[in-house]
């Protein structure tokens, strides 16, 4: 399960950096105190709606009629945490990790004083270290904990160190914080167990780390084709690649950490049997992907790209990064990864090749003439509590602040950005997001707690990046969202955004079962090996069948029979 948790994890670091481009939380100024030329929108529901030119249109959220409404906090009270610092979390001058935009705005707002019970460096796991010592010596948690490991947060539940939400969910959830677990009621398996709920998970927009398809447009172009729909159309393109550039590799893979990898990847080719997941089958229940038929017929094809030579005779030592460098230095003309990439790293190469034109496309059919890719997590974390926490409201309050502003709310504290000075500034009466010196700082990094990106659902009609994509540049967030991030980025999203329903997400979402902590890791290697021989030629065919009947001897089967247990209700 390792690389499967390495991609979430960076999956995560990027889902952040999406989310501060877009200016999710932050900043000293309502919307409303700024002239900034768009008329707001009414007040509703919490979801978007599309007019009848298929334009969305963000609406900000009442909760005037909610049951309870948080007040600030005569006598001030506080409220501990821990974070884990980078290098990029580098505060202006002045400010410090419990002094700054985001502290003050608590304290000023909701009479919270945040203190950081842990301060540490962000390497080598360093707060789920701290977390698991804490366990062993009984020294007392933080108040609010993230946590993105279901191993260390079944290890806190057991411990009985957690204070189960399901009370304060029913006293202080609002109405569109309601709506958003209501329409992605899965999200609730990551923190339920014993027939409570230990936490708040975070609910991704579902799109952040799904896979599409990014191409050298000046390649197509000397080569005088359209970008490829299907896997047919793909071999063609790479052999035309190939013949115009002989020394160049047609197709960036990354094969070191199996085919997974976060950038780099081929899943596409699996179509709707994506290899590395539990998805349901036929019969309802939750099978393996890498197992399944169609991947043999996947891998097969991978080796006849090999022996054209369309991908690079050393891609199984190729990490993530070195199959991006492959793209960016000019020598891979197709490359599989999401859709903020177009930020990170492609936008690079351009750069660093003159003349070269990057495009993002949606995905093409698979071996069983499918489209199908591995889809982003319903969720990437959660916001736990310390057993005993006496200060839900405030959490539950903060949650739905932030929440409002993943639902583009006109009416948000924090819809201008992060903090005045960090991710904007003011000129003239106008927030401005492309700045002389704008510090790199991630600033969202120090709020209380976060509540993801824009919950499924929540948005009816086109999403901000559709909107943008298309010219629409009219609302605060539209503005931001057009200053503040690359185009190619936008372009990417978009693209995902085209083919939608087609990604295949892990439906097992719990701890590693007993069976999986005694095995999976012999069984990853075994899959690992197989799969690489195959596609170098080291195998033939039958590897795969010997394969699928090892790993069900060798714990599989077991695995399996585990899995669907803690998948029934």
């Not at 509703?44 to 249109?57: A, I, Q």
């Not at 093409?364 to 006496?390: C, H, M, N, Q």
Request: hydrophobic letters at 35%; aromatic letters at 10%; a negative charge.
């Amino acid at each position: 399960m390792s690389n499967i948790r390495k991609w979430l994890s960076l999956t995560m670091m990027f889902t952040m950096v999406i989310v501060l481009l877009a200016g999710c939380t932050g900043g000293d100024n309502k919307a409303e105190d700024i002239d900034t030329g768009e008329t707001p929108a009414p007040s509703g529901t919490g979801t978007t709606t599309g007019n009848s030119d298929g334009e969305g249109t963000a609406e900000g959220n009442s909760t005037g009629t909610e049951s309870y409404m948080f007040k600030k906090y005569e006598a001030p009270v506080t409220i501990t945490s821990a974070q884990a610092l980078r290098e990029s979390d580098t505060l202006l001058p002045g400010d410090t990790p419990e002094d700054n935009p985001m502290s003050r705005w608590l304290r000023d707002n909701m009479g919270v004083t945040l203190k950081y019970k842990w301060l540490l460096t962000d390497q080598n796991d360093a707060l789920a270290t701290k977390i698991r010592l804490a366990l062993a010596s009984g020294e007392e948690l933080p108040d609010v904990l993230y946590i993105s490991d279901t191993v260390l947060m079944n290890e806190l539940i057991d411990a009985g160190r957690l204070e189960p939400i399901d009370e304060a969910y029913e006293k202080y959830a609002t109405n569109r914080m309601r709506e958003s677990y209501e329409k992605n009621p899965e999200v609730w398996r990551y923190v339920e167990k014993d027939g409570k709920k230990w936490g708040l998970p975070q609910i991704s927009d579902g799109i952040v780390g799904d896979p599409i398809m990014w191409v050298r447009q000046d390649w197509l172009d000397a080569v005088g084709m359209k970008a490829p729909t299907t896997l047919e159309e793909v071999e063609a393109t790479l052999a035309a690649f190939k013949q115009k550039y002989p020394d160049k590799t047609p197709l960036a893979f990354s094969g070191k950490n199996g085919l997974a990898g976060y950038m780099g990847d081929v899943h596409f080719m699996f179509g709707q049997t994506q290899p590395y997941i539990w998805d349901k089958g036929e019969d309802g229940k939750l099978r393996y992907g890498a197992v399944q038929p169609t991947v043999k017929d996947g891998l097969l094809k991978l080796k006849d790209f090999y022996a054209s030579g369309y991908i690079h005779p050393e891609f199984g030592a190729h990490d993530e990064q070195k199959a991006a460098s492959l793209f960016t230095s000019g020598e891979a003309g197709m490359l599989f990864g999401p859709g903020w990439m177009g930020g990170w790293p492609l936008a690079d190469t351009e750069v660093n090749v003159p003349g070269a034109v990057v495009k993002p496309y949606p995905l093409p059919s698979g071996v069983d003439g499918t489209i199908g890719r591995t889809g982003s997590a319903l969720s990437y974390g959660t916001y736990v509590f310390r057993k005993g926490f006496e200060y839900m409201d405030a959490a539950f309050h903060y949650w739905d602040i932030s929440l409002g502003v993943q639902l583009e709310d006109p009416n948000s504290p924090f819809a201008n950005g992060y903090a005045e000075g960090y991710d904007y500034i003011m000129v003239d009466g106008k927030p401005q997001w492309d700045f002389p010196d704008k510090p790199t700082t991630e600033i969202g990094n120090y709020q209380l707690l976060g509540s993801g990106n824009t919950p499924p659902g929540m948005i009816q009609g086109p999403s901000i990046y559709e909107r943008v994509a298309k010219g629409q540049i009219e609302s605060v967030y539209e503005k931001k969202l057009a200053a503040g991030t690359g185009k190619l980025v936008v372009d990417g999203f978009t693209a995902a955004l085209s083919q939608p329903n087609i990604a295949r997400r892990n439906q097992f979402i719990g701890a590693p079962t007993e069976t999986m902590g005694e095995k999976w890791t012999l069984l990853k290697k075994m899959e690992l090996e197989t799969f690489l021989k195959i596609i170098y030629n080291k195998a033939d065919a039958n590897a795969f069948d010997e394969f699928v009947e090892d790993w069900k001897a060798q714990g599989g089967d077991k695995i399996t029979e585990e899995v669907n247990e803690w998948y029934q209700p």
